[in-house]
């Protein structure tokens, strides 16, 4: 008999929030294909996710600091539900620099769980996670 691996989206932290923005970003991908820039898929999918009932915010700042003094800011693309970062991308292929982009954005930010979302000649996602008990500076907030 033939054993068939079955995928839980229950396995992973914010997996069924997840679940449903791969699903928009496939819907929009569908209705727009490859070609335009960034931020009319940004658009496009920001309204996708409205549409399905998603809390979004588009360009939120994220703060970096080094011992205690901002040295920058960066913006995530958009935050879902206030519990997942989209890095959206529309290149012919992600490389190691945007899944690391996506990480420091999770590694400065109270945000576990984020998508890099791919408008490129192929759809491509990836999730990545990191969790915020690794976190020195959520830690050291935190201490009880």
């Known amino acids: 008999m033939d054993k068939k691996l079955v995928y839980s989206a229950g396995l992973y932290k914010h997996s069924d929030l997840t679940e449903q923005i791969i699903g928009a970003f496939y819907t929009v991908y569908s209705a727009l294909g490859y070609g335009f820039l960034e931020k009319i898929y940004t658009k496009a999918l920001m309204i996708e996710l409205r549409q399905r009932g998603m809390k979004v ?18 913006y995530a693309d958009l935050i879902v539900n206030d519990l997942v970062i989209l890095e959206i991308k529309a290149v012919k292929n992600l490389v190691d ?11 400065a930010t109270p945000y576990e769980v984020g998508l890099l979302l791919n408008f490129g000649p192929k759809p491509e996602t990836k999730r990545r996670s990191f969790d915020n008990t690794r976190k020195e500076w959520w830690v050291a907030q935190n201490k009880t």
């Open 97 to 107: 620099e945007h899944e690391a982009q996506l990480l420091n954005y999770l590694k």
């Open 57 to 74: 915010d588009n360009e939120s700042p994220i703060n970096v600091y080094y011992l205690g003094q901002q040295v920058g800011e960066y």
